[in-house]
C-alpha cells in the first residue's frame, strides 16, 4: 500500500524559505515520478514541480522556476525547497506519485495516482 506524508509546512514572511518533505512507502521508484501540486481556497490545484524518480530529470511551473527546487534522496522521500516566498504562494501544498512514469513527468493531476493529504503553507506580507 503507497503511503505519501507531507510535512515541513508553516506560517512565514513574504522572502522566507521553507523546505517541505515527503515521506513515501510503497512505491516501486524506478517506474514513478513525484511531484508537488497547490491549491489555494477557491482554486484549482495546480501543479509546482515534479521529478522523475529514474532520470532525476525535473519540471517547474514558470511561476516558481528559479525560486523552488523539487529534489529527493532515491530511497524514499521528496523534498522541496521554497526561497522567496511570496503571499501568493500560500496554499495547501501536496506530494503526489505517478506509479506509471517511467519516463517523464506530466504536470497534470489526473496522472498521478496517489497523494498526500497536504501541509498548509502562509505566508504574510
Known amino acids: 500500500q503507497v503511503h505519501l506524508v507531507e510535512s515541513g509546512g508553516g506560517l512565514v514572511q513574504a522572502g522566507d524559505s521553507l523546505r517541505l518533505s515527503c515521506a513515501v512507502s510503497?512505491?516501486?521508484?524506478?517506474?514513478?515520478?513525484m511531484a508537488w501540486f497547490r491549491q489555494a481556497p477557491g482554486k484549482e490545484r495546480d501543479f509546482v514541480a515534479g521529478?522523475?524518480?529514474?532520470?532525476?530529470?525535473t519540471l517547474y511551473a514558470d511561476s516558481v522556476k528559479g525560486r523552488f527546487t523539487i529534489s529527493d534522496n532515491l530511497r524514499s522521500s521528496v523534498y522541496l525547497q521554497m526561497n522567496s516566498l511570496k503571499p501568493e504562494d500560500a496554499a495547501v501544498y501536496y506530494c503526489?506519485?505517478?506509479?506509471?512514469?517511467?519516463?517523464?513527468?506530466?504536470?497534470?493531476?489526473?496522472?498521478?495516482?496517489?497523494w498526500g493529504r497536504g501541509t498548509q503553507v502562509t505566508v504574510s506580507s
Open positions: 510503497g512505491l516501486t521508484f524506478s517506474d514513478s515520478a
Open positions: 503526489a506519485a505517478d506509479s506509471r512514469r517511467p519516463i517523464g513527468i506530466s504536470n497534470l493531476t489526473v496522472y498521478y495516482n496517489y
Open positions: 521529478i522523475n524518480w529514474t532520470s532525476g530529470t
